[in-house]
Structure formats: structure tokens, C-alpha cells
């Protein structure tokens, strides 16, 4: 389940089996058979370290999700409640805790704090009562989860709103913590640079950290060449763009959670059972893993969109060839030969199947039709996918004129103006977070927007969609996503300019350039981390200085001996690591700086958590599902 | 913990919007000599005596050597050496940070750490060991631990400091107490932007309730026909005020402006933009096939009495409106034909089979290519073939070439 961890560059596979062993100390800490009380929002990060199987081993015989009342009986001897320090968990545990039946099967209790005890959560169980009730209280520190061979999430959906909205940097001193672990496993990284304010807290408290632990040097050679920080608020023009890779796309319309989508279930139907007809469709969606275990996805996931259909067919053309091998085979060796491989051309059959029905949907919702002057309606999807984000864009004409407005405002076309698309999209009532994503846009784009112009979008907003919404606008103005112009001069041009943010003739089949990512717009963060590979930052102090935060070079010494003599050709190895969230197709746009023949720059990525437009924004929102 | 009377009333919201902040912590200060009973926290001067132990809860190191606890306790660590030992889960005290300097130090050094375990738990000792107004003052320079404060008191429950009070007013369920709630803070010091929207949101539901109660009484007795015809589906109660006004327009047309209930008066109590108040009315009237009404909201009259249609959205977006309610042909072609650009006009009518706006534009294109083109679609024999047959016999006879 975890080989796709270690094909890349580095193998991330040492990060996940020393989670895994850390995971399974503390199972065998609490002695005898257990059951599992879960945080349900826990079980997706912890999906991505280890499956049932290995609890299994250890023997964890019983899994529940957490809820108030009683715990259902289970006969075993331990009962662990992994939890995130939340209070309001607390309470429940409490609740759990106090009713279990003391008389009949005394259990052992045991909390497994992910990734921090917190002194305020063990208060409230000693307020509760039931703090001397644990024999164990222990932290399981999940900072960095290997997602895939070149990419790590600390899946912390709430690190952007804490860092620049509530000014809570917690969340940083998990990425360093983070950070620091990842050096004792991969060596000392020899050069830090970054840019933000989030960047330099995080460089600081490094040093810091490696200062305070000057006795244990690591004797790695060191795997990274250099470390990237990035502040997500030095490029908040990026994530409120709709991506346009296939991943990207997926995301966007389906959501990707922990690595899974859920898809409606329509299209994969008919494959299944194909004498069936009649039959009733499947209502549950389809969950699907996504990563570059399943060979084609790793092919196509990083295309454009529009290059999707020929990738597929071409590798349509290629399984049935192989199939078609079957017809040659004459000798019992031949034969033998082609039923060995059989299992895998099948896998890579239905593989193709699903990515055929997944570009399908998307492409019913993405390609245009001829009706420009119609009004397009928007279907909630909300019903296929309950339990994910909520679509935002539907329909195929919603999503063409979408992406028309988006592009008008990246290369400045009248940024300046109340935008009549926005206009009849609140008028329609259009999810309030397509509204919002537009206006944040475009505020962006014109570093800020004239008072009038925000005020009426304001108002029109409030309006239509509840004064409450107050809440939420407020908090995308403190982020700095929305804001009053407060200088006359617009500096969003002189950065697209220099650091050629729009490129006219985007190649989308044979990229040539990272802005085939967005068809046109090359994303600003990876701009950054493109000209530091090469020429060098210095290059473009002026802009530096346009964007938020401090920029900065630190080295760290290494000690004697591990300096690594780089062969002729050797490419360099650059951890960059997107503080707020990094989208999928910015990761897209920087593997392909990696594949790039003469590049010289091979990229492994980190972030604390992979996020979308949509979802950022809901992170940012107050109470998005109040009554 | 009941928080003091003035940070319910008048502290708030010094916290979020720090730009206020100082003014409010003014407020405070100046409030704080007649304390309330209320205030149960035990007051303590920062030269005074010390607060006693405050007990730490060490469990994590229980297995270390109690002699070596014991050192560890007592030894003289600085503020940073202390952070550091949080952090790693040692033993630590916070009771020999005694003086307001050495307190603040250990404050900014745990904010330096930007561990908010840490932050937090400095606040806690913080907050037991000086007096609210020196606390205040110092936090307000500190914007970090402020919010941390902040947070720290919103997760004990004392939730009535909450600056973000208004949010408050989603728990509320009753109406009525709803209302209550906002009409208290409406006397909160907002941003004056924010007290119009918070002053508005107050006035809406206030006129809710007043409606909800009359149209529930007026349904449930039989007397009005148009709930009769159209049951209402749901409450008006909570809802935006632009579904409030196309609810209005739906059941309330007509009403002098006098009433709550009017359109005329919402729009104007909520300054409604004319666009958004035209696609409301327009949708809502549509909805009930009350053409009459649809093309009443578009005509103006001049000085001299010459009738002229007006909008200040494209009249094909009104057509577009119009369709999706269903309107008969007859009532489309007439804004069809509004429509200014020629090529939308026609594409426009053929997308919604509008004959005589294509036929009579092309005749006044004098396009005679199209009009054969044309003739090819539409059925043989049916008027509209008759009239094209007319137009192009006609025409030879005239100026086509």
C-alpha cells in the first residue's frame, strides 16, 4: 500500500514507518486487547500511516467513532480514545468515561492526544471528573503525513485561519517541530531561504530548535539540498483560481479529502454488472483513492484538462493492443507469458475505465455550449456528496463564464469596475462562495477595491445572502482577500509583468511553461520558486519587496564530513513548503519544473494542508452551515 | 465564570477589531473602579503577595527521580529556559515570575515560542495573578497574546466577553428572543459600516415577525385568494431580505407603501438597488403570470404622456427571466424585439421561436437571403410562411434588389 512513497526522489516511506513505529509503541504500551474510540476526523489522516491491518497486529479487536452516552459494550481490556485536543471532545470522553458500567467489565482508559497534549484539555477531564480515570495520556506527534513519493500534508485544514486570521501560530510550531524530524531522518538541510512573516517565525524557531539540540547531531548525509518557506499570504491570488489540471479539476468539482473522492455513481455503474439490467442505481458515491500508486493517474493527473481525452485514448489504444496479444500467443510458453500478465493489464483496464467516466463528468461540466445568452442554473450537487464540499461550479455555461471573468481579472481587464457577471451571479443566488471566491479575486488583482465598488458588492452580498454573512466578509478582510484600495497605485501589473504571470498561447497538450496549470496564468508562488532555482532572488528585489513579509537566506552548518560532493549533472533537491495550503495544481506546475530535462531543481513538497479555492474560503467563513 | 457586567456591555468588541481596541481598554479602564460583585476572580496586585502555589499539573514527569523534580522546581529558571522546559513537558513554576516586568518577560518569550499550548498556559497564571486592568493594558500591546486570551476565554465559556457577540444570535432559536438580541447589539460600538448592516438585520426580522404573525392569521382564515392558489411553502422568518422582498412581491403587490409588508416600503427602509429590486419584482410577478404587472415595472411615462420602455438591466436578460417563468410567446417577442443588438436580437428570438421578430427584422434588413433561409423552417402553410411569402412577393415589386 505505501511502494508509491518511495519511488520519488526521496523516499518518504522512512517518514511513514517511523510514524508507524511510533504508533505501534504506544498500542503495545496499553497491554492486552483494545478498542479504538475514534475522533472521526482523525481517520482519514490516520488512513494515510497505517491501515486496520496493522492495529489488527496489535490487537486492537474494536473500532468506534466517538459520541456522548455510553460506549458500546466491547469485551476487551483497554478502551483508547484518539482524539484532537478539543475541549468539546473532552466533554464527551467525560461522558463516555462516567456512564461506562464500573461493576460489570472494568476497562482500562487510555487518550492518545494528535499531535499535542494541551494542558487546557486535561483541566476540563480533571474538571469533569475524570482525569484520574486514564492510566495512559499520551501525544502522537502527526506533523508531516506522507501523502505521495514527492508530497507531505500536516492535513491541518484549520492553519490558515489560525495563522493570519486569529494570529495563532501553533500551527507553525508544529511545522517546525515538523521539520526538525525530518531532518533527523533526512539529514541537515544545508540552506533555508524564504519569504512571509509565517516563513520567518518558522526559520527562526528551526535555529532555534537545532541550537537547543546542538548535542544530537544527526550523521546523515543530507538528502535536501535546500528548504523553501512560503507564507500562502504572499500568493492569495493562486488558490482563488479554478484549477485546470485533471487533478485540479477533480478537486475543484468532487473534492479530494485525506486523498479520496467521492464521485456520483452513475457512470461507474454499467461496468460492473453488465447482465444486470434495470438493476437500481447505486445512491452511495464512489470513494476512490487517488495517488501515484494507480500507474495512469500518475500519468495524466498533472495534464491540462484539455489534454486529457487524447492521454486516455492513447492509452486505450495501448491495453487493447496488449490484449489483442492474446491472439498471437501459439506456444505454451506464449500462452503462460500472457496469463502472467493478465492481472495487471486488468488492473490497467479498469483503471482506464475510471479515469474514462471520471473525465466524463468532468467534462459535462466544463465544456461549453452554445447557449451564451442563456441563464444558466445551478444544480446543488450537495446531494451526491453530502458528507464533501459543496460544488460551486455546475454548470457547463456557469463555468465557461466563470473562467472568462477569473482571466479578465488576472491579466487587469477593468478590475476597477462593479463586474456585471458577479452582479447576475448574486442575483441568481449563485453559492455565496463563488461570489466570493470572484470578489476576493478581484480585489486581489487591483490590490484592493475602490471604496464605492466594495461597498456595493458588500451590500448586494448581505442582501441576498443574509446579514450574518457580515462575519465572514469581515474575516476575508482582515486576511487581506478583500480590501479598500488604500494607495491609488495598483501594483498587481508590475508583478504579472515581471514575474510573467500571464502567458499568452498556453500550450495545454505540450506544456512548454507552468502556466498550463491554469491555462494561461502561471502561479505566482511557483514563479517565486522557479527564478530562486534560477537566476536567483536577487533578480527581483522590486517585486519581493511589493509582496507581504520579509524575504531571507539562513545557512545551517553541517558537520565535518557530510558535505556532499555533487556529481557533474546532479540535480539539486528543493523542499518547498507552502505555510497555509498549496493547491493541486501548483504542486502540478512544480513537478513539471522537476521533469524539466535541463532544470537542474527536483522538488518534493510540503504544506499544511492541500486546499481549493472552495475550501479555503469555507475555512474563512463564519459558521458556513448556520440555520 | 460570570464575566464582569462592564466587558459584557462595554468592552465589547475591543478584542477583534484592534483598531478599537485601545479606545474600548479605555472604556474599561475607566469603568474599572466600580467593579461589580459579579467579579469572583481573585484580585491580586502585581507588587503584592504572591498567589500561592499555583499547582502544576506534572503528571508527564512522574517518572522521573523526585529529588531531581524537586531541583528542577525550585531552580531559578529564566523566562526562556522556562518556555523551553513547558514545551518539552518538564517540570516548571510560574510563581517566581513575581514582578509585573518579570511576568511580561515570560509572556513575550512564550509568544516568541508561538506555541499556543505555552501562550495559554502563561495567560492562565497571567490572568490569575494581576489585576484585569494592568492585564488588559498589557495585552493590548501584544497582539498575539491577546488573541490567545481571547481564545482561551472563549473555550472556558465565557462567552459573553466574546467580542463576536453578534454571532451569538445564531443560537438563537425564538424569534423573538432573536430580535431581542439584536436590538441589544445594536448598542454595541461597531465600525460604522457594520452598525447599518447590524442595525438592518435588526429592523428586517422586527418586520418579519410582524408579517409572519399577519399572513399566518390571513392563511389560516381563508380570506386572501392568493394564499388560497399558493399555499405559502415556508416561514418568511430568518430569511434574507431579498427573498423578503420577492415575498412581498409575491403576496404583498400592490400594498400603499404604508405597510411593512409593501414592496414599495421594503425597498426603500433597505435601500434596494433598482436592478436587484427590478429582477426581485420581476421574478416574483413572472412567477404568477401576471404579465399586466411585468409590463407595467418597465414603462415609463414622459411630460408629453408617450409611453416608453426602460430597464436598467439588457432586455435580453429580462427575456431570459421571462422564459425560465414560462411566458407565452406573445409577451416574449414584445421584449425580444427591445433588445438593441440586432445579431442578439434575432439570436435571441430564434432560440425562443419569436417568427415575427425574426421575419420583421429581416424584412427591415431587407435581407432577402435569410427570409428564404427562413421560410425553410417554419412550417409550410402556417402564418408565419404566409407572412414571409407576402413580404418577398411584395418586395419584388419594391426596392429589393
Known sequence: MSAHLSNGRVNLNILREAARKELREFLDKCAGSKAIVWDEYLTGPFGLIAQYSLLKEHEVEKMFTLKGGRLPAADVKNIIFFVRPRLELMDIIAENVISEDKMHSPRDFHILFVPRRSMLCEQRLKEQGVLGSFINIDEYILDLIPYDGDLLSMESEGAFRECYLESDQTSLYHTAKGLMTLQALYGTIPQIFGKGECARHVANMMLRMKREFAGSQTQILPVFDSLLLLDRNIDLLTPLATQLTYEGLIDEVYGITNGYAKLPPEKFAAQKKQGEVGKDLPTEPKKMQLNSAEELYAEIRDKNFNAIGAALSKKAKIISAAFEERHNAKTVGEIKQFVSQLPHMQAARSSLANHTSIAELIKDITSEKNSLYSFSFHVQLTTLHSSSLPSVLISSEAFFDNLTVEQEFMTGVDTDKVNTYIEDSIAQKDPLIKILRLVCMQSVCNNGLKQKILDYYKREILQTYGYEHMLTLNNLEKTGLLKPQTSTRNNYPTIRKTLKLWMEDANEQNPNDISYVYSGYAPLSIRLTQVLARPGWRSIEEVLKMLPGPHFEERQQLPAGLHKKRQQGENRTTLVFFLGGVTYAEVAALRFLSQMEDGGTEYIIATTKLINGTSWIKSLMDRPEAP | ?401
Open chain 2, 1 to 401: 465564570l460570570p464575566y464582569p457586567k462592564y466587558l459584557q456591555e462595554e468592552g465589547w468588541p475591543p478584542l477583534m477589531y484592534l483598531k478599537e481596541s485601545k479606545r474600548a481598554v479605555n472604556s474599561i479602564r475607566s469603568l474599572v473602579e466600580e467593579e461589580d460583585e459579579e467579579d469572583d476572580v481573585e484580585k491580586v496586585s502585581w507588587s503584592g503577595e504572591p498567589v500561592g502555589i499555583y499547582l502544576l499539573d506534572c503528571r508527564w514527569s512522574v517518572h522521573d527521580d523526585v529529588i531531581l523534580l524537586w531541583q528542577d522546581y525550585v531552580s531559578d529558571w529564566t523566562p526562556e529556559e522556562t518556555v523551553k522546559r513547558m514545551q518539552q513537558g518538564k517540570v516548571y513554576s510560574l510563581e517566581k515570575f513575581r514582578s509585573l516586568q518579570d511576568k511580561l518577560l515570560l509572556l513575550d518569550e512564550a509568544v516568541n515560542a508561538h506555541d499556543g499550548n505555552v501562550i495559554t498556559a502563561v495567560l492562565i497564571y497571567l490572568k490569575k495573578s494581576l489585576s484585569k486592568e494592568i492585564l488588559f493594558r498589557e495585552l493590548i500591546t501584544r497582539e498575539i497574546a491577546l488573541r490567545h486570551y481571547i481564545h482561551y476565554l472563549k473555550e472556558i465559556g465565557e462567552q459573553k466577553l466574546l467580542l463576536m457577540q453578534y454571532r451569538d444570535h445564531l443560537n438563537v432559536r425564538d424569534e423573538n428572543k432573536r430580535r431581542d438580541f439584536l436590538k441589544n447589539c445594536l448598542s454595541f460600538p461597531f465600525s460604522p459600516d457594520d452598525a447599518t448592516h447590524v442595525q438592518d438585520h435588526y429592523t428586517l426580522l422586527e418586520r418579519q415577525i410582524i408579517i409572519e404573525a399577519n399572513d399566518k392569521q390571513v392563511e389560516s382564515s381563508g380570506q386572501a385568494d392568493i394564499f388560497k392558489k399558493y399555499p405559502r411553502k415556508a416561514s418568511i422568518l430568518n430569511m434574507p431580505i431579498i427573498t423578503t422582498l420577492y415575498y412581498s412581491c409575491f403576496y404583498h403587490y400592490g400594498e400603499s407603501d404604508g405597510t411593512f409588508s409593501s414592496p414599495a416600503n421594503i425597498r426603500k427602509t433597505f435601500r434596494i438597488s433598482d436592478k436587484q429590486f427590478l429582477l426581485t419584482c420581476l421574478g416574483a410577478r413572472a412567477k404568477l403570470k401576471a404579465w399586466f404587472d411585468v409590463d407595467a415595472l418597465f414603462t415609463t411615462k414622459n411630460w408629453l404622456g408617450y409611453t416608453k420602455k426602460r430597464s436598467p438591466i439588457g432586455f435580453h436578460r429580462i427575456v431570459d427571466i421571462l422564459q425560465k417563468n414560462n411566458a407565452p410567446v406573445q409577451v416574449l417577442q414584445d421584449y425580444v424585439n427591445l433588445v438593441e443588438d440586432v445579431e442578439q436580437k434575432i439570436s435571441l428570438a430564434q432560440k425562443y421561436k419569436c417568427h415575427d421578430v425574426i421575419i420583421n427584422t429581416y424584412r427591415d434588413l431587407k435581407d432577402r437571403q435569410q427570409l428564404i433561409v427562413y421560410r425553410g423552417k417554419v412550417e409550410k402553410g402556417s402564418s408565419e410562411y404566409r407572412k414571409i411569402e407576402e413580404i418577398l412577393s411584395n418586395s419584388v415589386r419594391r426596392s429589393f434588389p
